[in-house]
């Protein structure tokens, strides 16, 4: 199954509810709510939308970065250690539970 089409938007309502939504399908499509009574409730939507937002174009730039690195004839010990922290973000990117 895949999520939601992106991007995403955040949205309060006059209950102290801010709403994940899909500016994609049509402004009624709620993605998830969160209780947002007070501005880490709110402040966690924003950082949802921001992460959701942006995931595919750093997961791709990180995909060229690495195979740039990987590429270099006499890569540096700093480009290897570029490769292996590369490795573990982008493992942590694709992982399903965010571990």
């Not at 997961?59 to 740039?68: E, G, I, K, P, Q």
């Amino acid at each position: 199954m895949t999520h939601t089409p992106t991007p995403w938007y955040t949205s309060h309502d006059r209950n102290g509810y801010d709403h994940i939504q899909s500016a994609a399908i049509d402004e009624d499509n709620y993605v998830a709510g969160v209780d947002s009574f007070d501005a880490q409730g709110n402040a966690n939507a924003v950082l949802i939308v921001r992460a959701v937002n942006s995931h595919d174009a750093l997961v791709s730039a990180l995909v060229d970065a690495l195979t740039n690195l990987r590429s270099r004839n006499h890569p540096t010990e700093f480009d290897l250690e570029c490769i292996e922290a590369g490795d573990k973000a982008l493992a942590l990117a694709e992982s399903s539970n965010g571990n």
